[in-house]
Structures are given as C-alpha cells and as structure tokens.
C-alpha cells in the first residue's frame, strides 16, 4: 500500500530514493516535491497547520465584495446607465468592520467633533476599490481612466449643503456611499428626475415640482453601497444622480469619491 501524503519523508530516505526538494511558497507556507513511484508529487505545508493541497486560507477581508470581475463591471454599468446608480450588497466583514471603525468605543471616532471623518486612504481596501472605480470610469465612458481618490473614509455627517438637491459637482467622476448609522442618502432615479429638476450652479438642482419630487424621493438601504457618477465625467449620455443627504443628525456614513 503506498503511504498517505502525510507520511512523505522530509528527509532523504534509506532505499537510496532521491531525497525530497523543498522550496519556498507563498508566505506562511513552503512546498515539498518528492518523487514516489515514477510520479512527482508537489504537497504544500502550513506553519501552523498539517499537509493539506493547501494549508494557506485567506479569510474574507473587509470591501472583498467590492472587487468586481470585468463581466460583474458590464452588468452594474450597464445598470447604472438605466437608472442612474447600481448597488452592491455589504458583505458582513465589511458591515463589521464598518461598524467597529464608527463605534463610540473607538477613541479615533469618540473623540472627534461632528464632520470629523476616519481616513481610509492609502489602505488596501482603498486601492483595490480604487482600481475597481477606474474600471467602471472606462467602461462608462469606452476611454481609458486614470483617477485617484478624493475621499475614501468613514464621517460623522453633516450636511454643510448635502441635504440640498444636488448632483456631484467635477471632477469627481465616481462616488460611492453607504449608509452606517441614520436615514439612507434620498435620491430620485435617473428616468424619474427628468423635467422635475433644473439645474443650477455647482451641481445644485432646484425642484420645479415638490409634489413630485416628494413622490418619487427613494432611501438608500443601510446594506448596500451605491456607486454612481459625478460630474467629472462629461458625456452627458452618462446619467448624474440627483441625491441629498437627509435632514437628521447622527448619521454616519462610509464615502468615497473619484476624480
């Protein structure tokens, strides 16, 4: 019977068999290859765990969800054409690590004052959803993008104008919001905006029917992220999304914004 993978020596054996290779693999874990019966076995090794076809798991870190492949980038792009945004669902890493960050427990956002923020930028989870915000910017408008974070954080809201109807003002090209603690952003979709608003200075967008407005008004959900466009993006084929921040306070929010 030939031996299981776990009991491969690691050292050269006494029937004269090639003795083992061993080589590096990616951190935490190196590679053993033997040869056993005229077949080349590979088998990785994990520092702190046994023999396994892989001893080196990665557990789901916070914005994973944001990571979209090219297919999910032409599926939410093409629904963001349609009605003026398009939604992912929070992963429950990232609600956690959301709520923790907002937590009055965490001295970084206890002792700040209202419209203080915890900056996110230059982290991992930043970058990767940054290079994901570019992919949606050249898919949008069929030109190569190359843009940079404007904001990337966690803020205590205040509204300093947000709770006007507006749509972001350049160069910001992508924004994406979600909702921690408090009413979800108000926005009007893309379809049922049109002849309802006009548009002002600096992105404003001044009601011409409150009635109808006031109908048509939806709230984000508190576990999704709303990506839509800014200004920055000039073709006007590209919707802009009229939105406004709630009249409450205490709301938190996670932000971020391209240009």
């Known amino acids: ?21 061993r080589s590096s693999g990616p951190k935490g874990q190196f590679v053993v290859n ?8 590979s088998v ?7 023999v396994g076809t892989s001893a080196y798991y990665t557990q789901p870190q916070p914005f994973d969800e944001l990571k979209l492949k090219p297919e999910q980038i032409q599926e939410k792009t093409a629904k963001l054409m349609e009605k003026g945004y398009f939604t992912v669902p929070i992963a429950e890493p990232t609600r956690r690590f959301l709520h923790e960050q907002s937590s009055l427990s965490n001295p970084a956002w206890r002792q700040e004052t209202v419209g203080k923020v915890i900056d996110l930028k230059a982290t991992d989870y930043e970058r990767s959803t940054t290079a994901v915000a570019k992919d949606i910017a050249t898919t949008l408008t069929g030109k190569q993008q190359q843009l940079r974070p404007h904001e990337f954080q966690l803020r205590r809201a205040k509204n300093q104008g947000a709770d006007q109807w507006h749509q972001d003002k350049g160069p910001k090209k992508v924004i994406c919001i979600a909702t921690i603690e408090g009413r979800g952003t108000e926005y009007v979709k893309r379809a049922e905006s049109e002849g309802i608003f006009e548009a002002g200075h600096f ?23 709303y990506f839509f466009a800014g200004k920055g993006i000039c073709e006007d084929s590209i919707p802009k999304l009229v939105h406004r921040s709630p009249h409450q306070s ?10």
């Open 34 to 41: 033997t040869t056993f019966n005229q077949r080349k076995i």
């Open 1 to 21: 019977m030939e031996p299981l993978l776990n009991e491969l020596p690691l050292t050269a054996p006494s029937d004269g068999l090639p003795s083992p290779k």
């Open 44 to 50: 990785t090794y994990g520092i702190r765990g046994g």
């Open 250 to 259: 205490g709301r938190s929010i996670f932000l971020a914004r391209w240009q």
């Open 203 to 225: 992105g404003k967008m001044t009601p011409l029917d409150a009635r109808a407005v006031e109908q048509r008004t939806k709230e984000a959900k508190q576990d999704r992220f």
